[in-house]
């Protein structure tokens, strides 16, 4: 069974960081895309980063670009996200997700590329 659990949500004031994980298992981390994905109340899901283990391609949007970055442990099939100069507009779910898959293409980096996801992890970011 697929099994995504994210954490390391939390309130966090503007300009500040946080840093979220995703532990994965129940599949093989290096066959899979994985994704993190936001939804803030009354917006679409959006991606903010799409990584592959395999070849270590990743695409970020302009929105999120130099101010996230995604690492993985792959001995701990867990995927973080690094989130620096945070933003009111960045407060959303943070969910990860998952799809077969070893090079990330931008076209796919989004809600409807995903097969598989977690429960999600609140990110309030104050001004």
């Known amino acids: 069974e697929v099994r995504l659990v994210e954490s390391g949500g939390g309130l966090v004031q503007a300009g500040g960081s946080l840093k979220l994980s995703c532990a994965a298992s129940?599949?093989?981390?290096?066959?899979?895309?994985i994704a993190w994905l936001r939804q803030a109340p009354g917006k679409e899901r959006e991606a903010v980063v799409c990584?592959?283990?395999?070849?270590?391609?990743?695409y970020y949007p302009d929105s999120v670009k130099g101010r996230f970055t995604v690492s993985s442990d792959n001995g701990k099939n867990t995927v973080y996200l690094q989130m620096n100069s945070l933003k009111p507009e960045d407060t959303a779910n943070y969910y990860c997700?998952?799809?077969?898959?070893?090079?990330?293409?931008?076209?796919?980096?989004?809600?409807?590329?995903?097969?598989?996801w977690g429960k999600g992890t609140l990110v309030t970011v104050s001004s």
């Open positions: 990584v592959s283990s395999s070849d270590n391609s990743t």
């Open positions: 129940g599949f093989t981390f290096g066959d899979y895309i």
């Open positions: 997700a998952a799809t077969r898959g070893s090079t990330v293409f931008e076209a796919l980096c989004g809600p409807a590329g995903m097969d598989y």
